[in-house]
């Protein structure tokens, strides 16, 4: 169960390998992580303390979406691993 404060976001996201590349590029990230082409895992330490993220591409059709913490990502890798669960169990409806 996930809490007030920890939650998933899902959006478009056309240019998510794009985006993944300039994680790098922010000084906030460390420990960047290429889990699969799909799954990326990183921690964030902006000035509210250390956060830990995930972004995961998600096609549905030809449609691309990114599934993840959200820029302000749990303060757990417990929490982060919840979220990774589910965005890995987002499927097409059939």
């Keep these: 169960m996930l809490s007030d ?6 959006s478009e996201a056309p240019f998510w390998e ?4 300039s994680l790098e590029k922010d000084k ?8 699969s082409p799909t ?3 990183y921690e964030r330490s902006p000035p ?7 972004e995961m591409l998600v096609k549905v059709g030809a449609t691309k ?3 993840g913490t959200g820029s302000m990502g749990p303060d757990s890798q417990k929490a982060a691993d919840e979220v990774a ?5 987002v499927r097409k409806k059939k």
Excluded: P, Q
């Design 39 to 41: 799954e990326v895992r």
């Design 18 to 21: 794009d985006g993944i590349g």
């Design 65 to 67: 979406f990114s599934c």
């Design 5 to 10: 404060v920890n939650f998933v976001t899902i």
């Design 28 to 35: 906030d990230n460390s420990n960047i992580k290429k889990v």
């Design 85 to 89: 669960a589910i965005c890995k169990s």
């Design 48 to 54: 509210i303390g250390k956060m830990y993220l995930v």
